[in-house]
């Protein structure tokens, strides 16, 4: 599976919008981009995921560039419960498991 | 969003002891199952991948006779940590596969995790 690259940690304020980036330079074709956030001592929750086009969802937008190289995860309007490591996953439709890397560790301050 | 449960929560035992944890996908059936390992401050490991009625996959370092899978219907997975000791201490997840009805896109849901602490 490619790699993806995130930052370690952000801050954002509550109720501000959020836009976590995501570096996949060396994606594939068939590679879908997936997110997950993993809040503290509970399993990770699906957030959103997409192929080519900007997707939305009750959760989050996912903007993904033109290239593919890079999306950004935009959650319109922090809320402390947004406190989270975000990650940020590749994987094609027929790839086995999910390999997750450190992810964003999200601060959202009131 | 499809629901995958684990049991117990939180465990603690004695060193030496077994423990079974169980993930079940509640709401559909998951022929591909995954056993993760999280310890403090790092991220999620994955242990072996579970296949309904076969024999499990492991990831390289992690001990088959040490945990023991078993995947013996479509929405039961369990993982049995024998001979538990202190190092075992850590946080199991499982998580299921899941193919959305149009078949092409899919996505795994993961459960609430299970808390180990041995003794």
């Known amino acids: 599976d490619a790699k993806t690259t995130q930052p370690n940690s952000m801050e954002s304020n509550e109720e501000e919008p959020v836009h976590l980036p995501c570096n996949h330079s060396?994606?594939?074709?068939?590679?879908?981009i997936h997110w997950y956030r993993q809040l503290p001592s509970q399993g990770p929750e699906y957030v959103i995921h997409?192929?080519?086009s900007n997707v939305n969802n009750r959760m989050a937008s996912l903007a993904i560039a033109e290239d593919r190289k890079s999306s950004t995860l935009i959650l319109h309007r922090a809320t402390l419960r947004d406190a989270a490591v975000y990650y940020c996953?590749?994987?094609?439709?027929?790839?086995?498991?999910?390999?997750f890397g450190p992810g964003t560790r999200l601060s959202v301050l009131p | 969003g499809a629901v995958v449960s684990q049991h117990p929560s939180r465990v603690i035992c004695k060193s030496g002891t077994s423990v079974k944890i169980e993930c079940r996908s509640l709401?559909?059936?998951?022929?591909?199952m995954f056993w993760y390992r999280q310890f403090p401050k790092q991220s999620l490991m994955l242990m072996a991948t579970?296949?309904?009625?076969?024999?499990?996959?492991?990831e390289q370092g992690v001990e088959k006779d040490k945990f023991l899978i078993n995947h013996a219907s479509l929405t039961l997975s369990t993982l049995t940590v024998t001979s538990a000791h202190p190092e075992d201490s850590s946080f199991y997840i499982c998580?299921?596969?899941?193919?959305?009805?149009?078949?092409?896109?899919?996505?795994?849901?993961f459960g609430p995790g299970t808390r180990l602490l041995v003794l």
């Open positions: 998580s299921a596969r899941v193919t959305l009805q149009r078949g092409i896109q899919e996505t795994q849901y």
């Open positions: 060396t994606i594939s074709g068939t590679d879908y």
């Open positions: 997409g192929l080519t």
């Open positions: 996953i590749l994987r094609d439709n027929y790839g086995q498991n999910f390999v």
């Open positions: 709401d559909f059936q998951a022929t591909t």
């Open positions: 579970s296949n309904e009625g076969s024999k499990a996959t492991y």
